[in-house]
């Protein structure tokens, strides 16, 4: 382990008020290619679902896109994590906060709490984890029932996609114009009982074009590169934009 997860971990634990400005600085560098694709594709008064929102820093972007005519519909299922979601934005009038997993169905599931990283949580039993935990999950389409139009998703859940993909083939259908930015992360995706390969040609078979995301630009993805990537790799992982324009 370096010594940078080392020391970030500690004050995530212990000096939390050090910890925030740190990660957000960081992320703001990390993922500042990510962050350019939301903001072209979210426009004010869009409904937003961020799947592992963690402590927030995407939702509180997706807040600030959407304006006061938006939805920000923010899910974090661990206790530790939530509790620094809402202190970041519990106050943000258009965010809703879910102290809950977007999954297949609508009950309770376990997740692996990670003795590393706060980011890392797991719905798989890893080799060495802090923590099981038994936390709440819901169907996507079930949530949503009543809710209306969703116009882009932000989804980050350690190689649940898949898991969370099937329950929201309603939403997904229903709304032609829907985005998704997705974490890809082919290792992540085997250990729950799925594979990059499935996940693509899931989402293709709804008609989305995916795009691999490679700093400032979207490469196309086709099944023989998506096979080429669908590695036992851990440390390979990427971020696809899904879009049917």
């Not at 997860?5 to 212990?14: H, S, T, V, W």
């Not at 080799?127 to 998703?153: C, M, P, S, T, W």
């Not at 032609?176 to 009982?193: A, D, H, M, R, V």
Request: charged share 25%.
């Amino acid at each position: 382990m370096s010594f940078n997860i080392k020391l970030g971990n500690f004050l995530f634990k212990k000096a939390y008020r050090l910890y925030k400005p740190m990660y957000i600085a960081f992320k703001n560098k990390q993922d500042k290619y990510e962050i350019a694709l939301i903001k072209k594709n979210i426009k004010p008064g869009d409904v937003i679902m961020d799947i592992g929102a963690n402590i927030g820093y995407y939702t509180r972007i997706l807040s600030n896109l959407v304006g006061s005519k938006g939805k920000v519909h923010a899910f974090e299922p661990d206790p530790v994590n939530y509790k620094r979601l809402v202190q970041l934005c519990g106050k943000l009038h258009n965010v809703i906060l879910n102290n809950k997993a977007i999954g297949p169905k609508t009950e309770r599931i376990k997740i692996y709490t990670s003795k590393t990283l706060n980011v890392d949580h797991r719905t798989y039993k890893p080799e060495v984890y802090e923590a099981e935990i038994e936390i709440d999950a819901v169907n996507a389409d079930d949530y949503f029932k009543n809710l209306g139009q969703v116009h882009f998703i932000k989804m980050d859940i350690q190689g649940f996609e898949m898991s969370a993909v099937r329950g929201m083939e309603r939403i997904l259908k229903e709304n032609e114009s829907i985005k998704i930015l997705s974490e890809f992360w082919p290792y992540g995706l085997k250990l729950t009982g799925s594979s990059a390969t499935e996940y693509f040609e899931y989402l293709t078979s709804l008609n989305f074009n995916c795009y691999l995301l490679e700093k400032e630009q979207l490469i196309k993805l086709d099944l023989k590169k998506v096979k080429e990537m669908d590695t036992h790799q851990e440390e390979l992982y990427y971020n696809i934009f899904a879009t049917r324009n």
